[in-house]
């Protein structure tokens, strides 16, 4: 049995993964996942993830992992994606963290609103960009000092921001207020074995 991945083309969490195994050279499997009708979700994922959401990965022993974030630690430390150095590991998942608190709920939730034709509250789409905005201002403070995140390299800290940054906006941000950031979202892009999020 191999890699079997639980997936949406659409899902800037899901790419996280393909582009990791993109970049290690992994051979998997994928089945999709309807991102916006879920009504199926404990037959399709069973018990391998309790929160019933994707990414949710099937190892080659059978062993369900989910979370973007831990998929990536699990396959990309040991690699040069993950830094060495202890303050730098904790840098990465600082940054990490930070995408999954402050950048993801509301840069990728403003996307889904408005590019899947569902119904949302104006003010809140509102709230959702500011914040948005913010995060992406945080980034834009260090981007413009760094090529990249942590240790002036690429790694994981850079793919898991990248996911949703490089399509913000589809969320209605405007990446051209963030110059580090728009030339960070380049050098990401031209990293060796890099894919696009509809690939």
Request: net charge negative; glycine share 8%; with cysteine.
């Amino acid at each position: 049995m191999g890699l079997l991945l639980y997936d949406s083309p659409y899902s800037g969490n899901c790419y996280k993964v393909r582009l990791l195994f993109a970049h290690l050279g992994l051979p998997y499997e994928r089945v999709e996942v309807d991102v916006k009708d879920r009504s199926n979700r404990r037959q399709v994922l069973g018990e391998a993830n309790p929160a019933l959401r994707v990414p949710t990965l099937i190892l080659e022993d059978g062993r369900p992992l989910a979370e973007s974030n831990a998929i990536l630690w699990y396959f990309a430390d040991g690699t040069d994606y993950v830094p060495t150095d202890r303050y730098e590991r904790a840098q990465v998942l600082q940054w990490q963290f930070f995408e999954q608190y402050d950048h993801e709920p509301n840069i990728a939730v403003a996307r889904f609103w408005l590019t899947h034709g569902v119904a949302y509250d104006p003010a809140q789409l509102q709230a959702k960009q500011a914040a948005g905005a913010r995060a992406l201002d945080a980034m834009e403070r260090h981007l413009a000092k760094h090529p990249f995140l942590v240790g002036g390299r690429y790694s994981i800290a850079d793919l898991s921001l990248y996911a949703y940054t490089h399509v913000a906006g589809e969320g209605g941000f405007d990446l051209s207020r963030t110059p580090g950031v728009e030339a960070w979202i380049t050098r990401v892009a031209s990293q060796k074995g890099h894919v696009r999020i509809e690939d």
